[in-house]
DNA sequence: CTATTTCTGTATTGAACGATACAGATATAG
DNA sequence: CTATATCTGTATCGTTCAATACAGAAATAG
């Protein structure tokens, strides 16, 4: 063990409770009184393991990322490049209308701190998003290389789509849409996939793998 | 004239200078020296005129509406509702990346301010977004009662597929997406309208995946 | 044991927040 | 003209903000 005072708290769990401050009122709305309060901590404590109310914050998105980094292996693994974009879009549906019995909004943290004063955070909080969608292109490009990916679609903007369909179907969840209306979205969204539509991007038809 | 002394600025101007700071920094982001700064008046004038801080945001999401009544008018005038599908995506991808020579940043003002420690705010940003999708979704009844949109389509869940596609846009635009790639996925996303795909929705019962 | 290190709670810092009190300026009303 | 009403700028209100100083508590090291 280390020398001096031990820590009286879980760093990971005063992250986790951190973490529905700052989804509930973003990162701006959040003040330190919040934070601490939700945390079960004074603010010394708060400093002397996150450094400040930003290093706190991009504790949280590490966190976060961890938190749904299953459901991205998960996404991931499907067979075929329509699977990985139904797996997603799907999952995003439900997961943005999940309020995990009321810890935390629906929406995704992600998709919130739009605009701050600080311009540092939406940054920040793009870069995770973009970090996502990479994930995405990355395995559609493998796709193509599998076979299961038409090779006049570009990747870069089959993730790019699933992106912003996600954030969008996360506004509207967060506005209070229901997960049956967001699973209707997200299957609407599937009905362009190259695969599947008679008028793929470059028209070429092709057969199903 | 109304008696006592005349107002020295014009509330409209104010609003519009009001409108990009709270674009650029968000609801709580936006301070009201940074407000009253921009607006080039004291802030008692201000208070005068909009009455608060919240007065003055909801004054500014109106002019907003206000700005943009013309589009909405030009998208849902389109002859067929695939026609106003392509309007409003196309549209919105231009609007998005468009910062108006740097006057403001890139996206929606509607999609920011997604969390905030006053609920009423994203409450009523939401309210505005809503306002849109139901004229989308009044336009799309009519369609099918002009015979433009398949009877076996929802124009409720296509209004919400196009809201939250235009919003996922909206978020990309404010990552930093060019206009090209912001057109592309709203010609990807509207290749699944059901006038042109021959798996259209067919029912409109919800049904789990 | 003593010395050192690190965390804890209390109490507080200066700065910035949203919002006003006030007095002077400038209009109309009679 | 005087009286009244409204806007203007200055100067400031009390509160809250993010962030710390400090002293005591609780561990290790020798």
Redesign the pocket.
Known sequence: ?????????CVDQAADRAMTVFWKKGYEG?????LTTAMG?????L???FG???GLFKAVLERYDARRSGFMEKVLSAPDALGVARNYLEGIAEFAADTNGGANPPGCLLVQSGSCSDAAIPEEVARHRAEKEQLLCRRFEQAQKDGDLSKNADPATLARYLSAMANGICVQAAAGATTAELLDIAHLALVSWPVNAKTAPKKKTRAAA
């Open positions: 063990m280390r020398m001096g005072r031990p820590r009286s708290f959040a003040s330190l009184s919040d901590i004074n603010a010394p404590s400093y002397a393991a400040s109310k930003e």
